[in-house]
């Protein structure tokens, strides 16, 4: 029971912001050799959910600053936060171990596949189910090994974290399998391979995929680094204002070529622009902008319905005027934090001031004349793969506003901007992600960070936008098919190996 629980642990450092994969390798190759003792049922189950509980208690531990910002009236609810969500999240790996445990043998070949398709299938569901949770997938361990993490343009995060889990338990079932000395040689020689030309197809795509600079427009990447406690005090409303515009002010090449400003999530809201003065305030510093200027901003909005009052967490963008150009509202709500599940039977109230934000559409693109089309997303929305554009337009960029600061210098902003990266490859885009403060940046279509601001900085320096690249990615095209295909391979492979370990009993 415990060596299941650390070995759960022992994965965490292969994530941001360490990165250090090795350490999945030794994880779960040391835990699958853990479940192989288990012959019973709910014995793998326990290893599966210590397991799970273990890997997610250590990277999601920091899911519990957010209710340790000061004045916060859900303090109480700290230890559920911390062990409840991690609790409920190794309910999916338990249930993998045990359907492993109870239709093979893992000391067969065939029991190591269908330990790996079993794993990645569950972290497909844990990724959907109830709006979903894809944080920390397997394959966000390449992060810092970029031409690894070109796989993810082929078959998505998915793929690359079912062919990370793989690689990574198979040396635990080079050690205690049943198969041939010969057989053995063979996959460790396929492990090797497979690794090494991975690699190289990620070396010679990048190096194929230089980043290309767009000399039409510059982008004023605006982190304010406003701490989570004056953020909502209504007695710091004029300063966060006057701090966003301080930092927004007109450089000598902003009067040279186009500009986008972008202001992080929240950053103002629609009881700002009804104020004369702050409207005014903020058109005075777009009019000091010679060549077309427009302010991409997080804002808080409502409307109303009736009597019944609406708000919506929103990128808004503005044109130089402070017209509305579009208003995209988030559709990806963090459960109990902006919204409570079943709200009509628990009686609990969000963390934000109110009964909680609506829902919105679904991603939609914004066009921003001379510039092009740009998909918006809010905070979290950019974890979720194949979710991050329309599927008929597609777009010139992404933009994603968020505020990390509730969870202050953990590893937390460091693995959210590190899935950012990952939306990128997939979609063959440049990323533009800025942050009330967190790790703003920008990142070009092959994962490259090309410009960044780093946590708890104040910055509003002038970068370059990349181009994106003129072809569709095969990930953008099909999805999480190659997912489903390669699931379906290893299963079937699975069946036949169960078949002819039988015939070969029988004789």
């Known amino acids: 029971m415990a060596a299941a629980f650390v070995t759960g642990a022992i994965i965490v450092p292969a994530l941001a912001p360490l990165n250090l994969w090795p350490f999945l390798f030794l994880g779960f190759s040391a835990f699958y050799i853990v479940l192989s003792s288990a012959t019973k049922t709910r014995t793998a189950f326990a290893y599966g959910w210590l397991f799970g509980f273990g890997y997610f208690l250590f990277s999601l531990s920091w899911i519990g600053n957010a209710l340790l910002v000061e004045g916060n009236k859900f303090i109480w609810a700290w230890p559920f936060a911390v062990a409840g969500l991690p609790a409920l999240l190794a309910l999916f790996t338990a249930t993998a171990c045990a359907l492993t445990v109870r239709f093979s043998s893992l000391k067969s070949f065939s029991g190591f596949l269908i330990f790996v398709s079993a794993i990645m299938l569950f972290e497909w569901l844990r990724g959907h189910i109830l709006t979903g949770f894809p944080w920390n997938l397997y394959g966000y361990s390449w992060a810092k090994t970029l031409p690894i993490a070109q796989l993810a343009a082929i078959g998505g995060i998915y793929w690359l974290s079912l062919l990370t889990c793989l690689w990574a338990t198979l040396p635990g079932f080079l050690i205690i399998g049943e198969e041939r000395k010969a057989f053995k040689f063979i996959m460790l020689t396929a492990l090797i391979l497979t690794m090494g030309g991975s690699y190289y197809y990620g070396q010679k795509r990048m190096k194929a995929n230089p980043t290309e600079i767009r000399n039409d427009v510059i982008i004023k990447l605006v982190q304010p680094n406003i701490p989570q406690t004056d953020k909502w005090n209504p007695e710091k409303s004029t300063d966060n204002l006057r701090k966003l515009l301080a930092l927004s002010e007109a450089q000598q090449v902003n009067r040279l070529v186009n500009t986008i400003i972008i202001w992080p999530e929240t950053a103002i809201s629609d009881y700002v622009l009804e104020n004369e003065h702050a409207a005014a305030a903020i058109k005075t510093m777009l009019s000091g902008y010679e060549k077309p200027v427009y302010l991409l901003s997080g804002v808080l909005r409502y409307q109303y319905e009736g009597e019944h ?35 009509k039977w628990l009686p609990l109230k969000p963390f934000v001031k109110f009964s909680g934000f609506e829902q919105g559409k679904g991603p939609q693109n914004t066009m921003l004349p001379d510039i092009g089309l740009f998909s918006p997303l809010v905070c979290y929305e950019v974890i979720f793969p194949g979710a991050v554009t329309e599927k008929t337009d597609r777009p010139d960029f992404i933009v994603n506003v968020t505020n990390d600061a509730w969870y202050g210098d953990s590893a937390g902003p460091r693995q959210h901007f590190a899935q950012t990266q990952f939306r990128a490859i997939e979609e063959g885009l440049p990323v533009i992600r800025a942050a009330n403060t967190g790790i703003s940046g920008i990142i070009d279509p092959v994962g490259r960070i090309t410009y960044q601001v780093d946590l708890s900085k104040k910055s509003a320096e002038n970068a ?44």
């Open 464 to 507: 370059v936008l990349p181009q994106k690249k003129p072809y569709i990615t095969t990930y953008t095209h099909f999805k999480d098919i190659l997912f489903f295909v390669t699931l379906c391979f290893l299963l079937i492979l699975s069946f036949c190996f169960q078949i002819h370990g039988r015939s070969t009993n029988k004789n």
């Open 309 to 343: 009052k609406k708000h919506f967490n929103s990128l808004v963008s503005f044109d130089s005027k402070l017209n509305i150009i579009a208003s995209y509202n988030k559709s990806h709500l963090v459960p109990f934090g902006e919204y409570i599940p079943l709200q």
